[in-house]
Every structure is written in C-alpha cells, then in structure tokens.
T-cell receptor
Framework: DPKIIQKPKYLVAVTGSEKILICEQYLGHNAMYWYRQSAKKPLEFMFSYSYQKLMDNQTASSRFQPQSSKKNHLDLQITALKPDDSATYFC?????????FGPGTRLTVL | SQLAEENPWALSVHEGESVTVNCSYKTSITALQWYRQKSGEGPAQLILIRSNEREKRNGRLRATLDTSSQSSSLSITATRCEDTAVYFCATDVWTGNYKYVFGAGTRLKVIA
C-alpha cells in the first residue's frame, strides 16, 4: 500500500488559473514537506510543516500556499499559475531525520 | 552554488560491475541521506548516515562519510539493470524540522 499519496499524478492548467495539489501520508509522521523538481533545477525545498504548523518557507511567491486540514494532510494551493510553475511537485514526510517522498504530481502550465 | 553536489554528473557501467558516486557538501550536518530516483517516481531513500558514523551498509549499497573533508560516497556492488536511476545526496538543515538540501544528482545507467 502506498504510504504517501499524491493526487493527481498529472495536472494540466492554463496560465492564470488556480490548482490544488493533494498530499496524504500514512506513515504516522508529524512533519510534512513540499519540494519542487523541474528540468532546470535540482530538487528544491519549498515548505515544511510540523504538527500542522509552518516551520520553514523557502518559496518567495505568496502564490504558493500550503494547507493542512489534518495532521496527515498537506495540500498545496497554487494561484495565478505561470508556465514557469511547470514542474513535478513532491510531498514528503519525516519522523526525526529520515525523510520519505511521495510519487509526485507533474504540473504543466500552458 | 549548491550546498550538496554529486559527481560525476553521469556514468554508465555493465551489469555486475561496481560503481561509486561521490558527494561533496558545504554545511555542517547531523546526517546525510542518499536517495535514488527512477524515471517517473519520487526519490526513494537508500541510506541515512549520521555525522558520527563513518560507514553504513544496506545490502549491495555502502555509504561512507568523512566530515573533515565534507564528503560522502555511495558504492553499489554487483550492479543490476534496475539500479539505473539518478542518485542524490542530501544534507540536513534544521529549521524547526529537518529539511534536506539536494544536489543535482548522478545519472547512472547500468547496461545489460
């Protein structure tokens, strides 16, 4: 059974629209994260949450907003989408220092 | 500049051969993780090695850590075609949670 679920696997959006990327983890971890991976850059840290509280934000743009409705959920809302937002977005979770990644959502913005 | 960097950028070996990927990093760490990412998948953790450890093994994988030179290596013995993937090292940074800083990866191709 998958331990970290990300939905959808693929997402196509038009410039200017808004999308929500879903992440649920069933590892019992208290910390959750979002990372972004594009063809041009290495895997890039975006946000970390602990017990549903924001701990670190390395994303300059306020267009990216994490949302944690439950301890094991951390969704990512992206508004006013731009073509440069096209990337694969990975959710991760950890307990102590071992971090595990989900399968990713590949977002394409046209 | 990257806080963690793997080298070489890419390499290929024949099945059954051994291979080593190197990592250099620039920060003080409490742990370093090696990940493997196959095409279309998320990174999968291979080995976590803590700053007080010099070597860690996981089956055919062996990781070393030298904190004095800020370097690590990942060796794979008896490679298989399914080892074909991108290999990343990632160093931890504490910001209330541990977050990991990744390098650009080494692209390994294992040829049958």
């Amino acid at each position: 059974d998958p331990k970290i679920i990300q939905k959808p696997k693929y997402l196509v959006a038009v410039t200017g629209s808004e999308k929500i990327l879903i992440c649920e983890q069933y590892l019992g971890h208290n910390a959750m994260y979002w990372y972004r991976q594009s063809a041009k850059k290495p895997l890039e840290f975006m946000f970390s949450y602990s017990y549903q509280k924001l701990m670190d934000n390395q994303t300059a743009s306020s267009r990216f907003q994490p949302q944690s409705s439950k301890k094991n959920h951390l969704d990512l809302q992206i508004t006013a989408l731009k073509p440069d937002d096209s990337a694969t977005y990975f959710c991760a979770s950890s307990q102590h220092s071992e971090q595990y990644f989900g399968p990713g959502t590949r977002l394409t913005v046209l | 500049s990257q806080l963690a960097e793997e080298n070489p950028w890419a390499l290929s070996v024949h099945e059954g051969e051994s291979v080593t990927v190197n990592c250099s990093y620039k920060t003080s760490i409490t742990a370093l993780q090696w990940y493997r990412q196959k095409s279309g998948e998320g990174p999968a953790q291979l080995i976590l090695i803590r700053s007080n450890e010099r070597e860690k093994r996981n089956g055919r994988l062996r990781a070393t850590l030298d904190t004095s030179s800020q370097s690590s290596s990942l060796s794979i013995t008896a490679t298989r075609c399914e080892d074909t993937a991108v290999y990343f090292c990632a160093t931890d940074v504490w910001t209330g949670n541990y977050k990991y800083v990744f390098g650009a990866g080494t692209r390994l191709k294992v040829i049958a």
